[in-house]
């Protein structure tokens, strides 16, 4: 016993001498050495929604400097560049082209794959599937989704057949340095509800856990995957709590536009904000002898650090955005109200806005027994001193198409009261009777939202078939109203306004049947 204590005294004094000439000790007996470690950078972001131009007011970095630092990524080796999605509805830039110069930029990047989002469904299925299969040079994007089903709406069923046109199951890539890497790509299974459900009656989203795990199994033992990352447009609070990491080695998250990062065990889940605020760099490490993946390092990189990345913008990607934008400038540039005093929070006072609009337009089209018109939140704010078309379609980059409907008094009570910005005619008394019927004005959206059984939820009574439409949607709507009010000469807009006392649809005011 003596012998055998000196023995590991001995060695442990000559461990750092050993050390330093080049030997390597594994106490597991692995005996991994650095020629063993193989690296793989994940350049990463999600919900960029058509944020082309650089805001430094709001922390957007632009298409141009994102785009930018993708390219030059590209170009490292053992690299791969993911979108989780929701990348080109939000901008008059963006919109005007139907995501096509985003579709540009992201395949001269050679980005690794794109995850369907649930803002890609907008322009309805054949737009996403004409984006799908648009490339740039000679490269196509690869998409992924997954999860994304055929569906029967009549019989409310799930079919078997993967929608391939919207995007392919998975993808895998063998790096430089020999590393097999899976993506597997799906949309949160609920998402169907969070488009308008006209565009989604053929289509479903199976559950994007079960669709992960075997996916990721199959990459493993039938594609000899070393590392498998799942690519998810969904939050955190969506994936967490599933075993994943019997399954994945990284999860890149989105849509709910959070910056967040959460350790499950060993497994990171990773999200990084939206409109270009921020671009996740991430490495991740593989023994070869132990056949395990580290998370070894992570960068977030900011409007503000992208410009010590790069030192001057690609120039082939400024020639699109310039090609691409001039087909909108003039009318991205209209000034619709200027000198305007007055707050329009994104939450509030811009919908207000929105539905006095809406009101009038209801009026002049010939609908003045519309007894309340309303709409959603807005997605950004107007600020107060000058607006122009961009601004307006920023808050309001939708294509939401305005139904007239006579819709029962307890779908009012429930969602119209609870959730959403009203304007009343001024003539309604605004005494609600649960089971009478009101003519209203509201976006498609909300009139034909469905929950997860697809089934309408909003309006429960509604049948499907609207009554009758307004000429232009909404976004159009507003613009139309400020130059007819001549808001561009500059006046006082008041929120209050336009807003309606929503005591009116306080229940105890509410006859009763």
Excluded at 312 to 331: F, G, H, K, P, R
Aim: charged share 20%; net charge negative; hydrophobic share 30%.
């Amino acid at each position: 016993m003596k012998y055998k204590r000196t023995l590991v005294s001995f060695i442990v004094s000559f461990l750092p001498l050993l050390i330093s000439c080049g030997f390597s000790f594994d106490p597991s007996g692995g005996g991994s050495s650095k020629e063993d470690i193989l690296e793989l950078n994940v350049v990463a972001f999600n919900d960029f929604h058509g944020a082309i131009e650089e805001d430094s007011n709001n922390g957007r970095m632009g298409l141009a400097k994102l785009g930018t630092y993708l390219k030059q990524q590209s170009e490292e080796d053992n690299t791969l560049i993911l979108s989780q999605g929701d990348d080109w509805q939000g901008s008059i830039y963006s919109n005007y082209n139907r995501g096509r110069l985003v579709n540009d930029v992201y395949s001269y990047c050679h980005l690794s794959a794109r995850t369907v989002g649930n803002h890609d469904f907008d322009w309805g299925v054949e737009a996403l599937e004409a984006n799908t299969a648009a490339g740039y040079d000679d490269y196509v994007t690869p998409v992924l989704a997954a999860n994304v089903y055929d569906y029967d709406f009549s019989t409310k069923t799930n079919g078997n057949t993967q929608q391939i046109e919207i995007g392919q199951q998975t993808i895998t890539y063998t790096l430089e340095n020999g590393l097999k890497v899976g993506i597997v790509g799906v949309i949160g299974k609920d998402q169907i509800t969070s488009i308008t459900s006209s565009y989604t009656e053929d289509i479903c989203f199976k559950d994007h856990i079960d669709i992960v795990k075997t996916l990721a199994t199959q990459l493993r033992e039938e594609n000899d995957c070393d590392v498998v990352i799942a690519s998810a447009h969904t939050g955190q609070e969506d994936l967490i709590g599933n075993n994943l990491s019997d399954y994945v080695d990284l999860v890149l998250c989105g849509h709910t536009h959070k910056s967040e990062s959460t350790t499950e065990g060993n497994l990171h889940y990773e999200q990084f904000g939206a409109y270009g605020r921020y671009v996740g760099n991430i490495t991740l490490t593989y023994n070869t002898k132990t056949h395990k993946v580290n998370y070894a390092s992570k960068e977030v990189i900011d409007d503000y650090s992208i410009n010590s990345k790069i030192t001057s913008i690609d120039t082939t990607i400024q020639s699109l955005i310039n090609q691409y934008n001039v087909q909108c400038d003039a009318e991205a540039n209209e000034v619709l109200a200027s000198n305007v005093t007055g707050t329009f929070k994104s939450s509030y006072e811009a919908p207000n806005l929105m539905c006095k609009a809406i009101y009038d337009q209801c009026v002049a089209e010939g609908h003045s027994d519309v007894v309340l018109t309303y709409c959603n939140q807005a997605r950004s704010n107007l600020y107060s001193d000058q607006w122009d078309y961009s601004n307006i379609y920023q808050s309001f980059p939708f294509d939401n198409v305005i139904y007239i409907e006579s819709v029962k008094g307890w779908d009012i009570i429930n969602e119209v009261a609870k959730y959403n910005n009203v304007y009343i005619n001024p003539s309604f008394d605004c005494i609600i009777n649960p089971n009478s019927y009101y003519k209203i004005a509201v976006i498609d959206y909300l009139l034909y939202h469905t929950n997860s059984n697809r089934s309408y939820d909003y309006f429960y009574y509604f049948d499907g078939q609207p009554d009758d439409q307004l000429s232009i949607n909404y976004r159009l709507i507003l613009r139309k109203w400020l130059k007819d009010n001549d808001y561009n000469t500059g006046t006082l807009m008041s929120s209050s306004d336009y807003s309606s006392y929503m005591e009116c649809f306080d229940r105890s005011r509410i006859t009763q049947a």
